[in-house]
Antibody, heavy 121, light 110 residues
Framework: QVQFVQSGAEVKKPGASVKVSCKASGYTFSSYALHWVRQAPGQGLEWMGWINAGSGDTRYPQKFQGRVSITRDTSANTVYMELSSLRSDDTAIYYC??????????????WGPGTLVTVSS | TVMTQSPLSLPVTPGEPASISCKSSQSLLQTSGYNYLHWYLQKPGQSPQLLIYLGSNRASGVPDRFSGSGSGTDFTLKISRVEAEDVGVYYCMQSLHTPMTFGQGTRLEI
């Protein structure tokens, strides 16, 4: 079955960078896009970007341009999300989620368990 | 694309129906005929789970008491008979326009 294992919780200082991993299993890794979504404490969901696991093409919201980078390692079936210049309002749970395609593709058919990133001085 | 959900809080009685509205600031209907609007439920302490994709299609394993409808800019999620396990926050999300965007969430409470 489709499963994701995300890296463990992180505590970072303002201005630092964090790299969160999401290891996939149970399907052909390069066949589906993966998204990153975050959720600040008590808040809603926010889309951070997307990677085509096959081609490596990425798309990011303007809000995160220059600060976020999503990459993948096809040999390890793993996607990474790196966020730089961290601020306190980057404190959140970061989720990876996979597309599914029944005709068109749609996001979030499968989700990882989330990784808590805390930014604090 | 701004996604606006209503209500933001929805108290319900088990066995009664419930309905959540989601309106988008741009049409989510692609020329293919598909609406790129999806519904998710996030139960307390859990990751989101997909309920409805492309406007009206139930995801695998989702009970048939959940249904999605609408087209263009106006969409609705309906629960025919609410059960205690349906508690959580419901989000709509659009994936036609970049950036993909979520609604604010609707908290369903028993």
């Amino acid at each position: 079955q489709v499963q994701f294992v995300q890296s463990g919780a992180e505590v970072k200082k303002p201005g630092a960078s964090v790299k969160v991993s999401c290891k996939a299993s149970g399907y052909t890794f390069s066949s589906y896009a993966l998204h990153w979504v975050r959720q600040a404490p008590g808040q809603g969901l926010e889309w951070m970007g997307w990677i085509n696991a096959g081609s490596g093409d990425t798309r990011y919201p303007q809000k995160f341009q220059g600060r976020v980078s999503i990459t993948r390692d096809t040999s390890a079936n793993t996607v990474y999300m790196e966020l730089s210049s961290l601020r306190s309002d980057d404190t959140a749970i970061y989720y990876c989620g996979r597309d599914d395609c029944v005709g068109p593709c749609y996001p979030g058919a499968y989700w990882g368990p989330g990784t808590l990133v805390t930014v604090s001085s | 694309t701004v996604m606006t959900q209503s209500p933001l809080s929805l108290p319900v009685t088990p066995g009664e129906p419930a309905s959540i509205s989601c309106k988008s600031s741009q049409s989510l209907l692609q020329t293919s005929g598909y609406n790129y609007l999806h519904w998710y439920l996030q139960k307390p302490g859990q990751s989101p789970q997909l309920l409805i994709y492309l406007g009206s299609n139930r995801a695998s394993g989702v009970p048939d008491r959940f249904s999605g409808s609408g087209s263009g800019t106006d969409f609705t999620l309906k629960i025919s008979r609410v059960e205690a396990e349906d508690v959580g926050v419901y989000y709509c999300m659009q994936s036609l326009h970049t950036p993909m965007t979520f609604g604010q969430g609707t908290r369903l409470e028993i």
